[in-house]
């Protein structure tokens, strides 16, 4: 190292976190995600608008602009050296205050932190000879990951595998979220195989596609977590989805309907036999559509039967039924057609199928329809009219179609201001134009933005609202699905017909 070089890193005077007084105030001045990415904390009160920082790379120039930039010139940092391990344990302290008791002292509760790994270290095999230890601190992150994510309303974790890292993101909102590098390699590793574990995955095997499951409790609550593991240039990517195993609480008003579709809805799955459809990317909320609907129709009189991959909701009063490829054995299979087929000898009245994939599903779900059966159902295509044109590629005959569809919905989730940050927003000339193309004039217009506060972590957003636009199957239109009208003639009519599209719910809702 040059003596140049030397100098330079002896600017930065080397502070041991382990004799400091912390206070979670003074740490979260800076949001985790962008603690995480400088791989530091905040220790000091603001001074001169100056933050004092701990970090373990204090030579790295960026960090100075990364702070200002996301303190929008509040602040400006002054660097301290620290150690790497010291300031992860600084972290989950400042920032996982459910896994923290409240008033616990920073040096007590660091205390407690402090094990013998070898003691709790669980030898696993790994790839090529490789043998790596599944540590104690590979455990306890494990955890703090998972209650974190589940406190902060995460709907996936990402662990994505690099040549000197694993980068730790949270989809909140809709949005990837850093929240976490973890170094070095070797405890890197560990924590991916800590999961596997967790997941009952053979951690013996790291050039495979591979799946599994996590139960957990976390405050009270059971969660599931489907876990995806895919081999990468540098290692393993693995993607958890969250699932609460609880009771399903949301209803239809809770859902974001304008007033005009969430009466055309209402009525659609009030009809006694036919097909609804949802259609939207994934995670733009079709489950929770389908659930919300039948939770507003289950009653003793009826019987309200699904079949799921996986079993997302709980809902009281409906036979719920997982979907089980694992076996070899083709009879021995659980899929979404066989089950269809065997729940039609079980006097049913409504059914869910969690999504139309194949032709044989589609066949027997409508065929379903026509047997004097309510039948809903998922599509991946990304507007309502769409999904007849995807029916039709999976083998339906349009007749068919025009026969048993009642209706769909098309859907997205969009983020919302927030609501204790919001302010008034200047709208931009892309914006005038777009709404008067849809009759709005300018003095209609009341745009609001996000400031961004410590209660939507500096985003200016909080939480979801759903758009939706709904196709119903009028008499005009199951006489154009049955001509084999294009999509357009389909979409024209609709839109005649009073159809809000998912444009004109956003527009709106704006």
């Known amino acids: 190292m040059s003596e140049d070089v030397c100098e330079y890193e002896n600017q930065f005077p080397y502070v041991d976190l ?4 912390l206070e979670r105030e003074t740490g979260q001045l800076i949001p985790r995600e962008i603690s995480a990415r400088i791989d530091g904390i905040c220790v000091g009160k603001p001074s001169d608008n100056q933050l004092s920082l701990v970090v373990s790379e204090p030579t790295e120039i960026t960090i100075y602009n990364i702070i200002e930039v996301s303190s929008k010139g509040e602040y400006k940092a002054v660097l301290l050296k620290g150690d790497p391990g010291l300031i992860r344990l600084a972290r989950e302290y400042i920032y996982e205050v459910s896994s923290v008791r409240q008033h616990e002292p920073w040096q007590e509760w660091l205390q407690s932190k402090k094990f013998d790994t070898d003691e709790l270290a669980v030898q696993a095999d790994g790839g090529e000879g490789e043998r790596d230890e599944i540590t104690g601190t590979a455990v306890e ?31 909140q909102d809709g949005v990837l979220r850093l929240v976490d590098e973890i170094r070095p390699a070797s405890e890197a590793r560990a924590l991916i195989k800590r999961f596997k574990v967790m997941a009952r995955i ?60 969430y009466r055309l809805f209402r009525q659609l799955i009030q009809r006694p036999h036919g097909m609804i459809l949802t259609c939207g990317p994934t995670g733009s909320g079709k489950s929770t559509t389908l659930f919300s ?25 409906v036979v719920q039924v997982q979907v089980n490829t694992a076996p070899k054995e083709a009879d021995k299979r659980v899929t979404f057609a066989n089950t269809l087929r065997e729940f039609l000898r079980q006097d049913p009245d409504v059914i869910l ?53 009642l209706g769909v919905v098309a859907q997205r989730l969009v983020r919302r201001v927030c609501p204790h940050c919001a302010e008034p ?18 003095d209609q217009l009341q745009l609001q933005k996000g400031a961004g506060c410590a209660r939507c972590r500096r985003t200016g957003h909080l939480g979801r609202i759903g758009l939706f636009e709904i196709l119903t199957a009028s ?36």
Request: aromatic share 4%.
């Open 353 to 405: 199928v969690g999504e139309i994939r194949d032709e044989e599903t589609a066949h027997v779900a409508t065929q379903a329809a026509l047997t004097g059966h309510l039948i809903f159902s998922t599509l991946h295509t990304i507007d309502s009219v769409g999904s007849i044109n995807r029916l039709k590629e999976l083998q339906v005959a349009p007749y068919l179609i025009a026969s048993t569809l």
């Open 202 to 261: 053979d951690v013996t095997q790291d050039r495979l596609n591979q799946g599994g499951r996590i139960s957990v409790e976390v405050g009270g609550k059971s969660y599931d977590l489907r876990v995806s593991v895919v081999p990468v240039a540098d290692g393993q990517s693995i993607v958890m989805r969250l699932l609460n195993k609880g009771d399903f609480k949301t209803t239809l008003t809770d859902l974001g309907f304008s007033e005009r579709p």
């Open 475 to 510: 008499d005009e239109i199951r006489d154009l699905i049955e001509r084999n009208a294009t999509k357009m003639e389909i979409f024209q009519k609709a839109q005649e017909q009073g159809m809000v599209t998912l444009l004109d719910d956003g527009l709106e809702k704006a």
């Open 425 to 442: 927003a200047e709208p931009t000339e892309l914006d005038l134009e777009l709404f008067k193309q849809h009759g709005y004039s300018p």
């Open 293 to 317: 609907s039948l939770k507003e129709i289950v009653r003793p009189d009826r019987k309200v039967v699904t079949v799921e991959d996986p079993v997302e909701f709980r809902l009281p009063g």
């Open 18 to 21: 382990s004799k400091l007084e």
């Open 141 to 171: 992150t494990a955890d703090r990951l998972i209650k974190e994510a589940v406190s902060v309303g995460a709907s996936d974790i990402h662990l994505e595998m690099f040549p000197d890292v694993l980068l730790v993101r949270y989809r």
